[in-house]
């Protein structure tokens, strides 16, 4: 069974950077594609970045030019860079992989990053 933990979340000041990780159990090679959501309190889960496998990113408007998205296929691991945070940043972090069989799609537990004035 497929296991994904994110880690690296935590308590920043607004302007701070933070750095999150996603582990995936076996070889993240083996999803398509792997990615960030965040979840604020009484908001919907959002689209942050995702990566492909041949190394392609996407991002939401909202973190472009502030998030990097990055994998190392090595360590089974992909990652958030996150610099200039803001206090809206504030949110539980997911990371999903998915694959072209089933099941499709596997989300993590989610990291909580709270940024403060």
């Known amino acids: 069974q497929v296991q994904v933990v994110e880690s690296g979340g935590g308590l920043v000041q607004a302007g701070g950077s933070l750095r999150l990780s996603c582990a995936a159990s076996g070889s993240i090679v083996t999803f398509t594609t792997m990615g960030w959501y965040r979840q604020a309190p009484g908001k919907q889960r959002e689209f942050l970045a995702t990566i492909t496998k041949s190394g392609y990113t996407n991002y939401a408007d909202s973190v472009k030019g502030r998030f990097t998205i990055s994998r190392d296929n090595a360590k089974n691991t992909i990652y958030l860079q996150m610099n200039s945070l803001k206090p809206e940043d504030t949110a539980v972090y997911y990371c999903?992989?998915?694959?072209?069989?089933?099941?499709?799609?596997?989300w993590g537990q989610g990291t909580q990053v709270t940024v403060s004035w």
């Open positions: 999903k992989a998915m694959r072209d069989i089933r099941p499709y799609e596997f």
